[in-house]
């Protein structure tokens, strides 16, 4: 009997202890929802949160204004998450304004969409996490340091257009380095960036095989797309109106350039409110932005003029082996474009009326001139080599020939032919010898056939061409 009793109170007292240590043991917050975000049931809380809704958890930054910046922490979040511009609380709408300080830090999410309200990014806040691709809303207007760095998984990063310049912050009073370790293949670039100005704004292109550039960018901060040196094509639209130093350092593989037609100048120029020049790789191709760019194609379809602030004297694409140029309908002016030795051939139309110089441009075989009035020079030095003058060819329109043997600098061609400017002349590259790399439609995505409407067709050569279709 009395060893029945005591093998029940060893019971009782085991299941008594069990049933303690179970309620000591329990989280005091169980009640995350999994459902919308795909975070762990048995992930991390942060260390402080006001608000946990859907999987997410909040601090409450006003309750005047009703905004809720988003915190976590190490292992706090996993796999999908998504971000809402604001969320209902107890009756109230409140929005979600920032993300916080180390808030996916080393976190194993995937990817992580952001709502339309954000307008912060905190130091750290994705710092070694698994994330895949992320889009920067419009709203964001500040990147703090080491936001993304380490994330060794991201590989396509895109800036929403807007209108607001993206700061990249820093705060530490140490240089800024941004995406450090990112091996990003896709960039898409939809707004200004103001950063660290003698710094690249970001750390590592060279596995950038794609950026794009939106219509709402005015202006490449220095060394912006420095270190790109996988991509091949590169249009710039008509938005543009500033170049800054290094915007395009080392983008050795860069063979087609396009600056899309437009009314507006494009100011070249080196730092802001600075007198420091360089850039390049050295000699006399150091203030040449493209210098290290094996460019084959060039579209300018616009003026472009160096600040005075720029000591160099204007240089854009010195010694890069052009082989086709294509002037817009909305150029003037046309810049120096020299030691561009591959340049066989040239056509000026009627609406360019002063060109800067093409010394150094020996292969130049054949000059084609539209106007009926020579375009006047800057100097009547240094505008072609002299093995040009004896050697091309000047194609001018029917009964031209006089004017041009008599005006500054053209009369110095030994040949000067006139031609009828409605018949075709035999052109340098035939469509026979090339063939479709790539096609873009209006709005620079890339397609895989002719679309309705604007295509932009990049050939083999590195030749571009639009086409309607």
Known sequence: MNKAVKIVGLIMCILVGTLKGFIQAAPLNLNINVV????????????????????????????????????????????????????????????????????????????????????????????GSTIREIVIPASVKTLYEHSFDNCQSLTKLTISDGTDVLDFYSSSGNVPVYFVNCPIEYLYIGRNIDHWPWNPA????SNATEIKIGST?????????????KITSLIIPQSVKTLRNGAFNNCSSLKSVIFEDGEETVIYTSGRGSTETGGGTGGSVNYAMFCDSPIEYLYIGRNFQVAS???????????????????????????????????????????VEN?????????LRKIICDSSVPPSFKSEYSNFSNIVFVEATLY??????????????????????????????????????VSITKIFDINSQLQT??????????????????VIY
Request: aromatic share 12%; glycine share 6%.
């Open 355 to 363: 060109v800067s110089s093409f010394s150094g441009c020996n292969n």
């Open 36 to 127: 919308k975000n795909n975070v762990l049931s048995n992930s991390a809380t942060p260390e402080k949160y006001d608000l946990e809704i859907d999987g997410i958890f909040y601090q409450i930054t006003s309750i005047d204004n009703l905004k809720l910046k988003v915190v976590g922490g190490e292992n706090v979040y996993s796999g999908d998450i998504v971000i809402p511009d604001e969320v209902d609380y107890r009756g109230k709408k409140f929005q979600i304004t920032s993300i916080d300080y180390q808030c996916f830090y080393n976190s194993a999410v995937t990817t992580v969409k952001l709502g339309d309200n954000i307008s912060s990014i905190g130091s750290y806040a994705f710092y």
């Open 396 to 433: 001018v329109p029917k009964g031209c020939v006089g004017t041009y043997q008599m005006a500054e600098v053209w009369k110095n061609f030994f040949e000067i032919t006139e031609y009828d400017e409605n018949a075709a002349l035999s052109p340098v590259i035939t469509a026979e010898s």
């Open 449 to 466: 056939h002719l679309q309705k409407g604007l295509n932009i067709i990049i050939y083999s050569d590195g030749s571009v061409k639009k």
């Open 202 to 205: 970001f750390e590592d292109l």
């Open 217 to 229: 960018v005015t202006e490449f901060d220095n060394y912006l797309l420095s270190g790109a040196s």
């Open 309 to 351: 602030n720029y000591s160099s004297s204007g240089a854009m694409f010195d010694y890069t082996p052009v082989k086709k140029l294509e002037i817009g309908s909305m150029v003037t002016t046309l810049i120096a474009l020299r030691n561009l030795r591959e340049l066989s051939e040239i056509k000026l139309p009627k609406n």
